[in-house]
Each structure stands twice: as structure tokens, then as C-alpha cells.
């Protein structure tokens, strides 16, 4: 089953054909990045605008590295959110008109699903079940995955996302648009013990997240070494990066035990990072667990993650009637509603 599957949640334009689930056969993404680094981040009518101008030629494209012709798409799943209401409905339009025109089923896909799903896309993914931690710039959660269309979340940020962490301090240090890579390489050259910046656990025993006390941290550190910051911002970048690490390995790993769950999934634009990767992989190996992470161009958004989760709510739900009513939410849902019909 051959599945075209298309995202625009936020700054991506995204489309990809993926095999039964597994099988990437194309995947092409355009990034906006440039377009809104002047501003320091997303400038959701400038996304929704670009996203208009570019969907059609790269859907087009994906068939094409794909080797088929739309004629032969099975079926169609795109990104119904969360994310950007203007971007989302520029994705979602086209994909159920597409399908409707073609005359084959369609769904909405949630768009964390879909980034929990990139880890199958990848030779050896885990089996169920398995504990999940999506960071990206607009999400950062805990989850227990034991079916691909059943997942329990066990805790989210209550404020800032980590990849939006990053962000924000990137800006703060005058580094620039995404911040993520950018504190990465420059964290690479700093001490990251020097500067001790506060870990927010919220509860330890539970799973939540709070990165807003670090991010007002930095700021209030800059503010009150107008002088001398700017000699210690690799220094403000590794210990800045280092908080943000201690506190999601301390929780993934705490879930895992508390699942008793031996396997870990990494997922998510801030699943990329290295310092994170390390951290969590010295941690499982200590506790017996194995880490999977999807490949660098599978963590940030893509449309095979949406192709791939999208197989699996047809396969579960194929005999539900197609409602070309429904349409994109911003906010993220409660788990149960994950893997509706559309």
C-alpha cells in the first residue's frame, strides 16, 4: 500500500510516499528557514503564504523520486495538527482534495503520531512496548507506545517546548535562526559546569516539563553581566544545554523504569542533538535499556513520519466512512482521540 503523505504543520512543506508503513520510497521537504531567520522565528502568515506557493511542485516531486504517478497513490495521509492553523489547513486542503479528485481513502494524522512513527521507518526500530521522548520546537513529551495506534502520554511541557528553549536562548545570544544547531556547535567549545544554571524536575516522580525558569535564567544572566557575557557564550550555551539534557534523560529514563520498559525512542528536531543522544544512551546502558532514534532528516518535520503513521490508521480503522467536514486543530489532543478517520 502506497501512501502520499503530506505535512505543513509549521515551516516545513513537506511530502513523501512510504510502503506499507515501513518503506520510505521518497521524502522531500522544503525548508522556509531562511525566509524567517531575519525575524528569529516562525512568522506564521509568511508560512502559510509559502506553503500556497510551493505544495503543488513538492508533492509533485515526491511522486516522481518516488517512481509512480499519482494514479498509483492507495491512499493519502496528511498533517491535521497541532501546529499553525494557516499552515496546517494549506497541507490538509490539498491532501483531501487530492484524494477526494483520486477517488482513495484519507486521513488526518496527528502530527506527534507521526514523529513517534519515524523511529519504524528505520531498519531496526523497537518492538512494543516502548517509551518514547518527542523533543522538537514545539513539543516535548513523554509517552508509552504499545500499539502504533495506542499511546498513553505520560507527561508534556506546561510552558516552553526544549527546541523552543533553544530558540529563544539562540536569540538571547545573538546566534540566530533555528537555535538548536547553533547552540549545539557553539556548546561544543564551552564549559558547560561553569555557569549553574537551575534543572526544573517540577515533580520528580512525574513527567512534565518546565524549560520557561531556565530560558529567564540565561536572560537574567545576560542582563546582569552586560560585560562580560559576550567572552562566555560558549560557556552560556553548554551549561545552558546541559540543563535542558539532565532534565529530559532524568525523566525518560525514570519512565522507563517505571514502565519497566526496556526500550527508548528518541524523536523530534531536538532528538538530533548529540549531547542528548549521548547522555540518554549512557543512561540506558546502565539501567539494561536500548535507544532508537530516527535518522537527522527523520527527526525534524517530515511527511514520510505522517505517510507511515497514516498506514496504520487506515489499517486499524479502513471500514470508518471518510468525512471531508473534518478539519485541522491547533492544540495538542488527548491521547485517545489520536488515530481518527478522516
Not at 508503513?21 to 525566509?35: A, D, F, I, K, P
Not at 481513502?105 to 531498519?123: A, E, K, R, Y
Request: glycine fraction near 10%; include cysteine.
Amino acid at each position: 500500500m502506497k501512501i502520499l503523505g503530506i505535512e505543513s504543520s509549521c515551516d516545513e512543506t513537506a511530502a513523501a510516499v512510504v510502503e506499507d508503513g515501513v518503506t520510505m520510497l521518497s521524502s522531500v521537504v522544503s525548508s522556509q528557514v531562511e525566509m524567517h531567520r531575519p525575524y528569529g522565528g516562525v512568522v506564521p502568515e509568511l508560512a502559510s503564504r509559502k506553503h500556497l506557493e510551493i505544495i503543488a511542485p513538492v508533492v509533485n516531486e515526491a511522486l516522481k523520486m518516488a517512481g509512480i504517478d499519482k494514479n498509483q497513490v492507495d491512499a493519502v495521509a496528511v498533517t491535521a495538527g497541532p501546529g499553525l492553523i494557516g499552515a496546517l489547513l494549506v497541507g490538509f486542503c490539498f491532501g483531501k482534495s487530492l484524494a477526494y479528485a483520486l477517488g482513495v481513502p484519507w486521513v488526518g494524522v496527528d502530527h506527534l503520531d507521526g514523529h513517534i512513527h519515524s523511529v519504524f521507518l528505520q531498519t531496526l526500530f523497537p518492538e512494543f512496548p516502548f517509551i518514547t521522548l518527542l523533543a522538537s520546537g514545539g513539543h516535548t513529551g513523554i509517552y508509552y507506545v504499545t500499539s502504533h495506534t495506542k499511546v498513553q502520554c505520560l507527561g508534556q511541557t506546561v510552558d516552553d517546548a526544549a527546541g523552543e528553549a533553544f530558540d529563544k536562548v539562540a536569540k538571547m545570544l545573538g546566534m540566530g535562526y533555528p537555535g538548536g544547531k547553533a547552540i549545539a556547535e557553539m556548546a561544543a567549545d564551552g564549559d558547560p559546569d561553569k555557569i549553574p544554571f537551575p534543572r526544573s524536575y517540577l515533580d520528580k516522580d512525574a513527567f512534565n516539563f518546565s524549560f520557561s525558569g531556565l530560558k529567564s535564567a540565561v536572560h537574567r544572566y545576560i542582563q546582569t553581566h552586560p560585560e562580560e557575557y559576550l567572552g562566555q557564550i560558549p560557556d552560556i550555551a553548554a551549561a545552558f544545554q546541559e540543563a535542558v539534557v539532565d532534565v529530559l534523560t532524568y525523566k525518560v529514563i525514570r519512565a522507563a523504569a517505571g514502565k519497566k520498559c526496556r526500550r527508548i525512542a528518541l524523536v523530534g528536531g531536538v532528538a538530533a542533538n548529540q549531547r542528548l543522544n549521548v547522555r540518554v544512551r549512557a543512561a540506558a546502558e546502565k539501567a539494561g535499556a536500548a535507544v532508537f532514534t530516527p535518522s537527522p532528516e527523520l527527526c525534524g518535520d517530515n511527511a514520510a513520519m505522517i505517510a507511515a503513521a497514516g498506514y496504520y490508521y487506515l489499517k486499524g480503522q479502513a471500514s470508518q466512512a471518510v468525512d471531508l467536514a473534518s478539519d485541522v486543530y491547533s492544540r495538542v489532543k488527548s491521547p485517545s482521540s489520536a488515530g481518527t478517520l478522516m
